[in-house]
């Protein structure tokens, strides 16, 4: 069975970190990499964050830029998001997707049967 677990959520305050991890299990994602998503309440999805299998290439979207670190462990099958500086707007539902497209900067997601989501994982940044 094919499916993307991600994990670490939970509640930090305002400057503070947390690290989420999204473990791909029955498939390898492919040149095409994995990326993180998140929903905010009332707001669209938002791309995040994504890496590449082959290279290990990143892209991130400007709201995260600078504060936010994805990388890869490939021998686990894991993806981690390194959260750094949070701020109540980083509040949302995060998810792990693949395989995701960087167009004209920004990430997509794969569309209905196209690929894969994993359930999200709670961010609630408050003092």
């Known amino acids: 069975e094919v499916q993307l677990q991600a994990s670490g959520g939970g509640l930090a305050q305002p400057g503070g970190s947390l690290r989420l991890a999204c473990v791909a299990s029955?498939?390898?994602?492919?040149?095409?990499?994995i990326g993180w998503f998140r929903q905010a309440p009332g707001k669209e999805r938002e791309g995040i964050a994504c890496?590449?299998?082959?290279?290990?290439?990143?892209a991130y979207a400007d709201s995260v830029q600078g504060r936010f670190t994805i990388s890869s462990d490939n021998a686990k099958n894991t993806v981690y998001l390194q959260m750094n500086s949070l701020t109540p707007e980083d509040t949302a539902v995060y998810y792990c997707?693949?395989?995701?497209?960087?167009?004209?900067?920004?990430?997509?997601?794969?569309?209905?049967?196209?690929?894969?989501w994993g359930k999200g994982t709670l961010v609630t940044v408050s003092s």
């Open positions: 997707a693949a395989p995701v497209s960087l167009i004209g900067g920004v990430i997509w997601g794969p569309a209905d049967g196209l690929g894969h």
């Open positions: 029955g498939f390898t994602y492919d040149a095409y990499g």
């Open positions: 890496i590449s299998r082959p290279d290990g290439t990143t």
